[in-house]
């Protein structure tokens, strides 16, 4: 995707978040966002964990 495209698609975005529902939408999502971001942190550290537990035998 171009980054134009990809700005026109982000202002989009921010329009329709304000349209909707406005701040307390945004923020829920944001803090969605936050903690799934975490939660795949946590998934991944643990993937590599196990990796290299395999790989040295």
């Known amino acids: 995707m171009s980054i134009e495209r990809q700005v026109g698609d982000d202002k989009k975005l921010v329009e329709d978040i304000t349209v909707r529902g406005g701040v307390k939408l945004c923020r829920e999502y944001m ?8 939660r795949l ?8 964990y196990y990796l290299k537990k395999v790989s040295k035998g």
């Open 31 to 38: 803090q969605y966002l936050k903690e799934e971001n975490e």
């Open 41 to 48: 942190k946590k998934e991944n550290e643990l993937k590599n």
